[in-house]
């Protein structure tokens, strides 16, 4: 069993910057590929961005590519996304979750956090 926690979300004002973190403990991330997604208020779950295990290959949305970075420490066991020149409309609760295969549906992951609240005001 794997426990994922995030941590790092909070309220910034457009073009500021949140660097999101994703601690995993139970079990290591090793061949695990790692994703984040997030949920605003009436909307449904989507992909933000994807890393494999290696970090060798990644994925955004097209969204927040340009912006954000997502990245990973397998020592520490712990995923990162950092997230630049946000805006109003990256306002939601972001999810990590790890996956043993590199997909972006939300289904195809099988461990998740409890989220971080992320808003960004005008």
């Known amino acids: 069993q794997v426990q994922l926690v995030e941590s790092g979300g909070g309220l910034v004002q457009a073009g500021g910057s949140l660097r999101l973190s994703c601690a995993a403990s139970g079990r290591t991330f090793i061949g695990y590929a790692v994703a984040w997604f997030r949920q605003a208020p009436g909307k449904e779950r989507e992909f933000v961005a994807r890393s494999s295990y290696t970090g060798g290959s990644t994925l955004y949305a097209a969204s927040v590519k340009g912006r954000f970075t997502i990245f990973r420490n397998n020592a520490q066991n712990t995923a990162y996304l950092q997230m630049n020149s946000l805006k109003p409309e990256d306002t939601a609760v972001y999810y990590c979750?790890?996956?043993?295969?590199?997909?972006?549906?939300?289904?195809?992951?099988?461990?998740w956090g409890q989220g971080t609240q992320v808003t960004v005001s005008s």
């Open positions: 979750a790890i996956s043993q295969v590199l997909r972006i549906h939300p289904g195809d992951y099988e461990y």
